[in-house]
């Protein structure tokens, strides 16, 4: 909590607002600019003494449902009623997801880089949009159908997506995606969709089960892997994540470590696209 900060946001934010702005008559004898702090705790449902201490940097830490009131108050914009949570020492609530919709820019982008491979991910791991380099390096194995499209399902129940990877990195990447996905449930505050998909997983792998009991937490920020690709080979990438400001999407970039022959073989991978070279013509 940023007593000080909170304290000078609020008194600034409740002398912006003008009392027919929240259905209040002005009244007379009005001696300072925008609401009275009684105008904002009677709007808040808290006491005029609370909102007092809180600008005076007296008060205790409000609680959530204190600062969502005062956001619905103070008739904050969603980026300033972000800012109230993280001034008053709360995670700030995820209520502006994209759900499906991917952006034109960030769909610009994916066509902007034609000899990397990248995919847009929602944060609980569905694969929303992915370009065509990345359809040559995982083929069917990543998927943008719905029913098959979100990869922490199907790397726990699909055998034909661990086989992509070497058997070695099976271990480290189960630990990957439980640990990133548990932040992203945090990060939604367990809602409806989250919990259901934990409940899915839960039931389909008793891997995924004991995973997400150690309660580990990590974003997948970066890492590197091994990709099996049936034509060309072993595969080592580097993959660089890119979150968008509410971190609900995500860009994977895959692309060669210093030193590696992937750039080579990415090449190749270009040239051939998703031929079959294991069968011949007549």
Same mark, same amino acid.
């Given at each position: 909590?940023?007593?000080?900060?909170?304290?000078?946001?609020?008194?600034?934010?409740?002398?912006?607002?003008?009392?027919?702005? /929240? =259905?209040?008559?002005?009244?007379?004898?009005?001696?300072?600019?925008?609401?009275?702090?009684?105008?904002?705790?009677?709007?808040? =449902?808290?006491?005029?003494?609370?909102?007092?201490?809180?600008?005076?940097?007296?008060? !205790?830490?409000? !609680?959530?449902?204190?600062?969502?009131?005062?956001?619905?108050?103070?008739?904050?914009?969603? %980026?300033?009623?972000?800012?109230?949570?993280?001034?008053?020492?709360?995670?700030?609530?995820?209520?502006?997801?994209?759900? %499906?919709?991917?952006?034109?820019?960030?769909?610009?982008?994916? %066509?902007?880089?034609?000899?990397?491979?990248?995919?847009?991910?929602?944060?609980?791991?569905?694969?929303?949009?992915?370009?065509?380099?990345?359809?040559?390096?995982?083929?069917?194995?990543?998927?943008?159908?719905?029913?098959?499209?979100? /990869?922490?399902?199907?790397?726990?129940?699909?055998?034909?997506?661990?086989?992509?990877?070497?058997?070695?990195?099976?271990?480290?990447?189960?630990?990957?995606?439980?640990?990133?996905?548990?932040?992203?449930?945090?990060?939604?505050?367990? %809602?409806?969709?989250?919990?259901?998909?934990?409940?899915?997983?839960?039931?389909?792998?008793?891997?995924?089960?004991?995973?997400?009991?150690?309660?580990? /937490?990590?974003?997948?920020?970066?890492?590197?892997?091994?990709?099996?690709?049936?034509?060309?080979?072993?595969?080592?990438?580097? !993959?660089?994540?890119?979150?968008?400001?509410?971190?609900?999407?995500?860009?994977?970039?895959?692309?060669?470590?210093?030193? !590696?022959?992937?750039?080579?073989?990415?090449?190749?991978?270009?040239?051939?696209?998703?031929?079959?070279?294991?069968?011949?013509?007549?």
């Amino acid at each position: 909590m940023n007593r000080r900060e909170l304290a000078d946001f609020l008194r600034r934010r409740r002398e912006q607002l003008r009392p027919a702005d /929240v =259905g209040l008559t002005a009244g007379s004898r009005r001696r300072t600019p925008g609401l009275r702090r009684e105008e904002v705790a009677q709007l808040a =449902g808290v006491s005029a003494d609370y909102c007092m201490r809180l600008e005076q940097q007296r008060s !205790s830490q409000p !609680s959530t449902q204190v600062v969502a009131a005062l956001a619905r108050a103070l008739r904050l914009t969603d %980026d300033e009623r972000d800012h109230l949570y993280v001034l008053a020492g709360h995670q700030a609530p995820t209520g502006r997801l994209a759900g %499906d919709h991917v952006r034109p820019g960030l769909m610009h982008l994916l %066509d902007a880089l034609p000899a990397t491979p990248a995919q847009i991910l929602g944060d609980l791991g569905d694969l929303l949009a992915q370009n065509e380099m990345a359809r040559y390096l995982f083929g069917e194995v990543c998927s943008e159908r719905e029913e098959s499209r979100n /990869v922490v399902v199907r790397w726990f129940t699909d055998p034909r997506v661990r086989a992509a990877h070497p058997q070695d990195e099976h271990e480290y990447l189960s630990r990957v995606h439980v640990a990133d996905l548990r932040a992203a449930v945090a990060r939604r505050g367990g %809602d409806a969709g989250a919990a259901g998909l934990v409940r899915r997983l839960r039931a389909a792998s008793a891997e995924f089960a004991t995973l997400w009991d150690r309660h580990e /937490v990590a974003v997948r920020r970066r890492s590197r892997m091994r990709v099996l690709h049936p034509q060309i080979g072993l595969i080592e990438l580097d !993959s660089e994540t890119l979150l968008t400001p509410a971190e609900d999407q995500r860009v994977l970039v895959f692309t060669p470590p210093p030193g !590696s022959d992937t750039a080579e073989k990415l090449s190749l991978l270009r040239v051939i696209g998703d031929q079959d070279l294991t069968t011949t013509g007549d």
